[in-house]
């Protein structure tokens, strides 16, 4: 596609239950990002991959949070027993890679626990 | 640890005129990116302007400027002829080369028409 694709755009889940995010990359783009941004703040960082494998995944905050990315170009963060404090905007982004390639970021999962 | 501050959590800027978001950062890298980023209601983060640190001139993008100072390390951007499409939240970010992109908290920005 031509830009960075986020599925669902809106997710809202019960406190205990398990979730999916997706996110399908600008065709061709070898590097992955998931970050989450709370509300008020910045982006913060939870994972990258480059290709098929997590190059950096301290950024997600505990062991409930786990991602993929099987075939290096669609990954899907997973959270498993969801707690309130997780409900925020879960954003992915792709680059080309490089030292500089800006980050290409999609419109987000805005992930509500209740 | 290198941080990114943004110091002004809301701007407002009369239609036209020019307005000066601010940024600073700490490193102890002498390479790096800074970029502006800016996101609309839709949530998406859209990237308005960059610059190397290696490079003195600073980075211009039609009405969007940037005031790079190194030693002090600072990294404004300054829009001219606001419009109203300008609304929005806008996060400095910094990355030193590596993958690891660090951001701001943000500054809103209301165009007052």
């Known amino acids: 596609g031509a830009g960075v694709s986020q599925t669902p755009s809106n997710k809202v889940t019960e406190k205990g239950k398990y979730v999916e995010l997706r996110c399908d990359p600008i065709?061709?783009?070898?590097?992955l990002y998931w970050y989450r941004q709370s509300l008020g703040q910045g982006p913060e960082f939870l994972i990258y991959?480059?290709?098929?494998?997590?190059?950096?995944d301290s950024g997600l905050p505990n062991d409930r949070f786990f991602a993929v990315r099987p075939e290096g170009s669609v990954s899907t963060l997973k959270i498993q027993r969801t707690e309130r404090g997780d409900s925020a905007v879960y954003l992915c982004?792709?680059?080309?890679?490089?030292?500089?390639?800006?980050?290409?970021f999609g419109n987000g999962t805005r992930l509500t626990v209740t | 640890a290198q941080t990114v501050t943004q110091s002004q959590p809301e701007m407002s800027v009369q239609e036209a005129e020019t307005v000066t978001l601010s940024c600073t950062y700490d490193?102890?890298?002498?390479?790096?990116?800074l970029f502006w980023y800016k996101q609309p209601p839709s949530r998406q983060m859209i990237l308005v302007i960059r610059?190397?640190?290696?490079?003195?001139q600073n980075a211009t993008e039609n009405r969007f400027s940037v005031n790079f100072q190194k030693a002090a390390k600072s990294f404004s951007l300054k829009i001219s002829d606001s419009q109203l499409g300008d609304a929005a939240m806008y996060f400095c970010?910094?990355?030193?080369?590596?993958?690891?992109?660090?951001f701001g908290t943000g500054t809103r920005l209301k165009v007052l028409a």
């Open positions: 982004a792709s680059t080309q890679g490089g030292s500089n390639s800006p980050l290409h």
């Open positions: 065709s061709g783009h070898t590097a």
């Open positions: 991959f480059q290709g098929t494998g997590a190059a950096d």
């Open positions: 490193t102890s890298e002498s390479d790096y990116y």
């Open positions: 610059q190397e640190a290696y490079k003195q």
């Open positions: 970010a910094y990355t030193s080369g590596t993958y690891k992109y660090i």
